[in-house]
């Protein structure tokens, strides 16, 4: 079974700032993807950033990317540029490229001050 | 409307009753899922379809129970609801054999249970 941990209940950041968020995660299998949400104050859950485990060149997403570490099955996001619309929770989750299941870490509260 | 939808959006139910959670989808996607959003807990999956007439267990699928008998529609139903299934429930979707979308999982709004 696959098992994701966000070690960290709670961020804060200033506004324009960088902020980089932690995920971990345990599998044994090779064929996966990794997946960042975002879940604002209005619960709607939003896809930030993908990654597909074969592939070696971090993701980015205009402000989002990630930080792809395989070997040490971690999975970071960095958020440049804080905006106050940054201020959601946000979600590590991980899926095998074999079903669509996806497995969810706990979530991480990212506060945005201005 | 287009994309996918859960009804309804606020539910208030008594302890015993039963209750069954709406969820419907436009795309035609193959996978639906069912998840349980707590505090401390992240998402948990409850049951997940891979197609009509094809379901299957999650993490945490006691209490309740799925059918999919058309592919646009997985209702959720809790038999005889416990203040333990206070929570917010999220559907989800998502079609493997897409090209562009991979296992992305599109979500509805989520419906907020209180089981008094």
């Known amino acids: 079974a696959q098992t994701v941990t966000q070690s960290q209940p709670e961020m804060s950041v200033q506004e324009a700032e960088t902020v980089t968020l932690s995920c971990t995660y345990d599998t044994s299998e090779s064929n996966y993807y990794l997946f960042w949400y975002k879940q604002p104050p209005s619960r709607q859950m939003i896809l930030v950033i993908r990654q597909e485990a074969y592939k070696q060149q971090n993701a980015t997403e205009n402000r989002f990317s990630v930080n792809f570490q395989k070997a040490a099955k971690s999975f970071s996001l960095k958020i440049s540029d804080s905006q106050l619309g940054d201020t959601a929770m946000y979600f590590c989750?991980?899926?095998?490229?074999?079903?669509?299941?996806?497995?969810f870490g706990k979530g991480i509260t990212l506060s945005v001050r201005p | 409307d287009a994309g996918i939808t859960q009804s309804p959006r606020y539910k208030i139910t008594e302890t015993g009753r039963q209750v069954t959670l709406m969820c419907h989808q436009t795309?035609?996607?193959?996978?639906m899922f069912w998840y349980r959003q707590d505090l401390g807990h992240g998402l948990r999956l409850i049951y997940y379809s891979a197609a009509a007439d094809i379901t299957d267990k999650g993490e945490v699928p006691d209490g309740y129970v799925v059918s999919r008998s058309k592919t646009e529609n997985f209702p959720l139903t809790l038999e005889s609801a416990t203040r333990s299934q206070t929570s917010v429930y999220f559907c989800?979707?998502?079609?493997?054999?897409?090209?562009?979308?991979?296992?992305?999982?599109?979500f509805g709004p989520g419906t907020r249970l209180t089981v008094l």
């Open positions: 989800a979707s998502s079609d493997p054999s897409g090209t562009a979308h991979y296992n992305e999982q599109f």
């Open positions: 989750a991980f899926g095998l490229r074999a079903n669509s299941k996806l497995t």
């Open positions: 795309w035609s996607h193959s996978y």
